[in-house]
């Protein structure tokens, strides 16, 4: 196959960050998606309906004139969560999901859930709203393994969250394992998962093997090669469940390459290209359709996309790096050969 034709694709974990970071981001993702769950992950966090207003309209003017595009907001749980303001919400045309992130598991994390007792009433609420909940699966116990850190969360609070609110709906984010794929096949229809291109394509010998590689360094961290398989698997095998979400997250240059780098990969610039290759190396690109455009969408109760894109066979370079005010941002692949590239 040389060329391949699909509906629009949606990205259903973005971060385009604010500034000229935003500017420099948000036109790569435009480019090629139609919507994108925004990440609320600021300093200070996107916990209210009226922050999220404003980020909305800060990303709105960036985008260019020439593009389609509409960024679908999100709230930043914390502690202090009120119902009041999961009904805000409930009632806002631009919020279409909430975020967990336990506190310290991530980028900008600190302020978020210490005890997910303490946001009870808050999930009740969004179960009766029909919010979907946003989850990044990791326990922050410093007693336990990076590499374990998912896998004990779907264990023990994610399965304590999916009975204790049978109607919520639950996307797993960026899922790295087995048992967190496992965990979602064998669940109800409520709960569903994006992948990352990046834990589609490496294993850790990408971030460790010749050599520290801060680019490949992101939360959940990349894991072995057996739960890469297990990834690649879910997201070729046209599960309903599993749809695209490149958690892309850009981060520059002098804070990825330094003593205490920033978790995150930059993947918005040849998203689709990217998980197009991946496709292509196990014979599914006929299942691309559904995990890029179709699967996000129904579970989300969005309409599909109606307009089309078009990739074909090329040779291409990535960049070597993106100009960010007097700083750069390094893309996944930098410099490096991708096999399948959008049409313009």
């Not at 981001?25 to 999220?52: C, D, G, K, W, Y």
Request: glycine share 4%; with cysteine; proline share 6%.
């Amino acid at each position: 196959m040389e060329q391949i034709t699909i509906t629009r694709p949606d990205d259903w974990h973005l971060h385009v960050r604010t500034g000229a970071m935003l500017k420099t981001v948000i036109p790569h993702t435009a480019r090629q998606f139609s919507r994108a769950i925004i990440m609320p992950n600021l300093t200070p966090p996107v916990s209210t309906v009226e922050r999220a207003e404003q980020y909305h309209q800060e990303i709105i003017q960036a985008i260019p004139e020439n593009l389609n595009f509409q960024p679908l907001m999100t709230l930043y749980l914390t502690d202090s969560t009120t119902v009041t303001e999961i009904k805000k919400a409930a009632e806002s045309p631009i919020i279409f999901a909430c975020k967990l992130y336990p506190a310290g598991a991530t980028t900008n994390s600190d302020s978020g859930v210490s005890n997910i007792s303490h946001i009870a009433a808050v999930l009740e609420s969004m179960q009766e709203h029909d919010i979907p909940l946003l989850i990044h699966g990791e326990i922050t116990d410093p007693e336990c393994d990076i590499f374990d850190r998912e896998k004990v969360f779907v264990e023990t609070i994610l399965a304590k969250i999916t009975a204790d609110f049978p109607a919520l709906r639950i996307v797993l984010e960026h899922v790295t394992t087995v048992e967190a794929v496992q965990f979602v096949q064998d669940a109800s229809e409520k709960i569903a998962a994006t992948i990352t291109p990046q834990h589609l394509m490496f294993n850790r010998n990408a971030i460790l093997a010749g050599g520290i590689r801060p680019h490949h360094y992101c939360l959940p961290i990349i894991k072995r090669e057996k739960h890469r398989l297990a990834i690649i698997a879910a997201a070729t095998s046209g599960h309903s469940k599993f749809f695209l979400g490149t958690d892309s997250a850009p981060h520059l240059q002098s804070r990825k390459e330094n003593s205490c780098g920033c978790a995150g990969c930059y993947s918005a610039h040849a998203a689709i290209e990217l998980y197009a290759e991946v496709f292509d190396d196990v014979d599914k690109l006929d299942n691309l359709e559904a995990f890029a455009s179709f699967n996000g969408a129904d579970f989300y109760g969005l309409p599909r996309n109606t307009e089309k894109i078009t990739l074909r066979r090329n040779n291409w370079i990535a960049p070597e790096y993106y100009l960010v005010d007097n700083d750069r941002l390094i893309p996944l692949q930098a410099g490096k050969s991708i096999s399948w590239q959008l049409t313009e």
